[in-house]
């Protein structure tokens, strides 16, 4: 948590710079499945009976399908979070959850972290109707590693303090497309902060088909209503499809009043938020489906959020998030190759009532390479990459923020 004691505001600002350097060589084999999925994401279907002219026919559709270099494929699902490359659920030696698109919606919380309230090994601390933190095997804060879509959103220092209050409320919750959760120490695939953990937050993409010519358009609205806490949601999502590029755009705007304790029921006053956050998800199809030039951007803007432990102060949180990359190879296909380049820029200010602003700022830049291939060493899949990331913050020190 900040310090709010008043009298050591006033020291002088440091600049923090942390660069890392980090390589992964790995060889995929059979091995025992460790991976634990939350019951109430996934559900297995039901096998159907076949005969031996049925089983032939579909191997030799499937095998044309495949063949097609025009049209895309449909590969079975990967989790991308435990190793840091794509891989099959069974293949992986970790404890693993997978919190996909349907569980998210049914859950339809307000804050991406809190559809996992009721996720064996996370606890979910929720002081507000903005604030949460996780809690995993007793580590919580700067020991957790947040990630968007495989970029860091944790800095080395924490996030204004050691506790991440206002970490997990600068990823939108209606952009998501699924959760991937590590319980555990992970700090050989990703360095600092991943002691008690990774939590990888997944954004939805383009989800239209291209068309062989022509324009294709979709789009939702969803207006939303709490009644624990007065809150209101507005979101919408516009999708476009033409033969080679498809763009998904969302935006969000919330208002969250204030809450209850979870006790007497007693109002928390003031804990509620504002926010108005927007989504980009893009991609160009190059000379194949599967190779591909894409884009991300995340604009997260906090107007308002308030603590009840804190009736004095009141904060702004704001964060951007860029990611340029290029793909070769289907992400769940043995062969791929993945390139890209992420910056992310942060800054929480902290306004008291008598007058008083201070602020804290950080940036992230990394950049990350993948290659996987079958049977380029040895039998199997092999797998390497490289990560450099470079960070800058501003503040006193872990606990305090700037004054201005």
Known sequence: MLNTARNNWQTPMHTRIAIVLSGLLGFASSVAAQTTQDPATTQQPQAKPTTNADAGAGADAKEAEQDDPKK???LDPVIVTALKIPNDPFDIPRSVNLF???FLIQQDRSSALDALNRTIGIWIEKRTATTSDPVIRGLSGANILALVDGNNVTTFWGEGGFAGDDLYG??????LQRIELIRGPAGVQYGA???GGVLNFITRGPSLERPTEG??????TKLGYETINDGKTVRFDVETALPKFRMRFGGTWRDLGDGSAGGDGQPLIPSGGEDLNFDVNADYMLSRPDQVLFAQWQQVNRTKVVR??????SNENDRTGLVLGYRDGYVEADDMFEGRVYYQWKEDRRYWDNGDMGYAQWQTLSTDWILRRKDLLMKGRTAMGISLRYEQGES??????TMV
């Open 170 to 175: 600068k990823i939108e919750a209606e952009s």
């Open 396 to 401: 006193p020190d872990d606990e305090q923020f």
């Open 193 to 195: 902060n991943a002691l």
């Open 215 to 220: 324009m294709t358009f979709g789009g939702y």
């Open 100 to 102: 996909d698109r349907e």
């Open 72 to 74: 895309p494929q449909k």
């Open 308 to 313: 009840y432990y804190r009736p004095t102060q």
